[in-house]
T-cell receptor
Framework: GQNIDQPTEMTATEGAIVQINCTYQ??????LFWYQQHAGEAPTFLSY????GLEEKGRFSSFLSRSKGYSYLLLKELQMKDSASYLC??????????FGAGTTVTVRA | GAVVSQHPSRVICKSGTSVKIECRSL??????MFWYRQFPKQSLMLMAT?????????EQGVEKDKFLINHASLTLSTLTVTSAHPEDSSFYIC?????????????FGPGTRLTVT
C-alpha cells in the first residue's frame, strides 16, 4: 500500500510562516498535490508538483524532492482564514490519489 | 475552474434502507470520476473509480455489491449505498478530472454527509 506521513497538528501566529512537511512511499509516482480542507467541506486544490523544485503561488509555495520522497507546503503571511486541514496527496503509478491523514493548522491572533 | 456538484448534501436514513448520491460535472465531461469516503478526523480513502460506460473499479476492502456505482453519462456518476448500517455513516466525496485542463487536477464535489440511524 501507499504510505504518506504528515504532522497531525501545527499552530502559528497570524502573519507568521508555517511549513508542513510530507514524506511518502508509493508504488510509482505521478505527481504530488496539496489540498486545503475546512471542517465539513470538500478539499480545494492548492498546488501540484511533478518535478523537483519549488512552485510558488501567492502566499502558498510547495516543494518537491522525488529522490527523498519529500514535499513541503509553505504558508506565508498567515491569516485567520488559513486555519484548516492541509492534505498531502500522491498520485501513484495507477494514477490514483492517496491522501495523508492531514495536518490541522490553527492560526492564533 | 471546473465545477463538480453532489446531491444531496446531507441525508439521514434508517438502517436497512438504500441511499443514492449523485455526482455531476457541470461544465466539463468526465470519463472518469472517483468516490471517496472520509470518517471524522481521518483522511480521504478512495473507494472506487467510476468509468463512463463500463464497470467501476473498487479498491480492496470495498464491497461492490454494497456500494453500487453507475456512470451512465459523461457528466453523471451515482453511488448507491445499499442496506445501509450505522457504520456506513460518513462523508462521501466524489471528484473528477477535466481532460480539457490536462487532467492533472481532481476537482472535488462538496460532499454528502450520510447519517444512518
Amino acid at each position: 500500500g501507499q504510505n504518506i506521513d504528515q504532522p497531525t497538528e501545527m499552530t502559528a501566529t497570524e502573519g507568521a510562516i508555517v511549513q508542513i512537511n510530507c514524506t511518502y512511499q508509493t508504488s510509482g509516482f505521478n505527481g504530488l498535490f496539496w489540498y486545503q480542507q475546512h471542517a465539513g467541506e470538500a478539499p480545494t486544490f492548492l498546488s501540484y508538483n511533478v518535478l523537483d523544485g519549488l512552485e510558488e503561488k501567492g502566499r502558498f509555495s510547495s516543494f518537491l524532492s522525488r529522490s527523498k520522497g519529500y514535499s513541503y507546503l509553505l504558508l506565508k503571511e498567515l491569516q485567520m482564514k488559513d486555519s484548516a486541514s492541509y492534505l498531502c496527496a500522491v498520485r501513484d503509478g495507477d494514477y490514483k490519489l492517496s491522501f495523508g491523514a492531514g495536518t490541522t493548522v490553527t492560526v492564533r491572533a | 475552474g471546473a465545477v463538480v456538484s453532489q446531491h444531496p448534501s446531507r441525508v439521514i436514513c434508517k438502517s436497512g434502507t438504500s441511499v443514492k448520491i449523485e455526482c455531476r460535472s457541470l461544465d466539463f465531461q468526465a470519463t472518469t470520476m472517483f468516490w471517496y469516503r472520509q470518517f471524522p478526523k481521518q483522511s480521504l480513502m478512495l473507494m472506487a473509480t467510476s468509468n463512463e460506460g463500463s464497470k467501476a473499479t473498487y479498491e480492496q476492502g470495498v464491497e461492490k455489491d454494497k456500494f453500487l456505482i453507475n456512470h451512465a453519462s459523461l457528466t453523471l456518476s451515482t453511488l448507491t449505498v445499499t442496506s445501509a448500517h450505522p457504520e456506513d455513516s460518513s462523508f462521501y466525496i466524489c471528484s473528477a478530472e477535466d481532460p480539457g485542463q490536462g487532467g492533472d487536477e481532481q476537482y472535488f464535489g462538496p460532499g454528502t454527509r450520510l447519517t444512518v440511524t
